[in-house]
């Protein structure tokens, strides 16, 4: 998987703006793949993210890049749990989530539309999402929109430069380690 592809999917991650993206990546040999997403877990983990196979179908891959740490605290949220806890989700064992969630994905039944909150989408809006069949939003975006609209507008245009930043500062030589930004430290306070 390039850089290219990588930055275009995934930069308001590789920011720091955003909990995770996940893309469809096409591929010819799935051994290849899985090789490179390996290395793309060396290259960031050290900043605090990692890059995982959702789903092999064809030969498409579902891709799911994602902060660890922000996961966890996105799913810790009450109305996060609320969504999650009665889909068989554990909310205190985010690792064990996206687990679930890939089985979820691998079943042939209803899309897992709780996938939202693994990227960061507001708790609620996932909730209405769902609770509406995806009809009844007040604005489409990254997502749609069923709770607060100028803040949803608001990130989806933060969300849009800084994919356009990143790939211009791409072009003219920055590498992905280079524009990812490390996961904060969180502070321990003084004994």
């Known amino acids: 998987m390039s850089e290219e592809i990588l930055l275009r999917n995934c930069a308001p991650t590789l920011a720091g703006l ?21 290395g793309w877990n060396r290259r960031l983990l050290q900043k605090g993210l990692r ?3 959702l789903q092999y179908c064809g030969k498409r891959a579902l891709l799911y890049v994602y902060r ?3 996961l966890a605290d996105d799913l810790r949220q ?27 994905l691998a079943e042939k039944g209803d899309f897992p539309h709780e996938i939202g909150l693994f990227i960061g989408y507001p708790p609620h809006d996932v ?44 072009k003219k030589g920055r590498t992905v380690e280079q524009l990812t930004v490390s996961e904060r430290k969180k502070m321990m306070p003084y004994s």
């Open 127 to 170: 909730r209405a999402f769902i609770e509406n069949g995806a009809k009844n939003c007040k604005c489409v975006g990254c997502w749609k929109v069923y709770g607060d609209v100028e803040a949803a507008k608001r990130q989806f245009a933060r969300f849009k430069k800084c994919t356009a930043v990143y790939c211009d500062k791409h």
């Open 68 to 70: 660890p740490a922000r």
């Open 18 to 38: 955003k909990t995770g993206n996940i893309f469809g990546c096409v591929y010819a040999d799935e051994e290849a793949l899985r090789e490179s997403l390996r």
């Open 51 to 53: 890059v995982v196979p």
């Open 78 to 104: 009450t109305a996060a749990a609320a969504v999650l806890a009665p889909r068989g989700y554990c909310p205190e064992k985010p690792e064990r989530c996206v687990v679930q969630l890939m089985q979820r």
